[in-house]
């Protein structure tokens, strides 16, 4: 199984506790603001605004809230302008980074990361230095207790999906991004309930970690993914479920 895959199930599910859904929301109003902008408020017209939404809603956010950003987002009312920035660095054992950000403030933004980082032994590089190993796939990820394989499997590959594996106690369905919508859907027609719908970054090489390497690891996942200008965290480990569980 995949590390990094088994881990972004576990944060998935920490995500919908009471204790997380504060900072949860922060991430995804920004990013539901920042696709509006970019593309206009029309969730129709705008797949990047049309997936945020259907993010917003998979962890119950109040359809107050989503209106509020689409309209900041499309300039109807004033809000903070944000800006995409994407860090790339390294952590414990080589492991390989990608940390997506939206943020108002780039200097905030560079030293919050890069103090992130070097807390754990990491360290940012230059732009390009490991973007190499990530594909951005499409990835949905459907409880295992809810459906069983072969129908999963019918009913994504028939929308556009491009496999289905099963990683743990989920299946996950990956796509191109493109399709990521029309994938979803499809499913959501066949009353195949699904955890998650969103575009990552899936690395091609893994580099395995036990011990303290994993251990450090995850709290530098942790710390980076706390921080508000976060919105995303890739990385390339491969560590035993064990460890996984206890991050």
Known sequence: MSGHSKWAQIKHKKAKTDATRGKVFTKLIREITVAARVGGGDPEGNPRLRLA???????????????????KGAGEVEGAGYEEVTYEGYGAGGVALMIDTLTDNRNRTSAE??????????????????AWNFEVRGVIRVSAKRVDEETLMAAALEAGADDVQQEGDAFEVTCAPTELHAVSAALGERDIPFESAEIERVPNTTVKL????ARRILRMMELLEDLDDVQRVSANFDIPDEILQQG
């Open 113 to 130: 990361v890069r103090h992130a980082l070097t807390r754990h032994g990491g360290s940012l590089g230059e732009s390009g230095c490991v």
């Open 53 to 71: 939404i259907q993010t917003a809603k998979s962890y119950n956010m109040p359809n107050d809230n989503i209106q509020r950003a689409i309209k």
């Open 210 to 213: 036990d011990g303290e390497g």
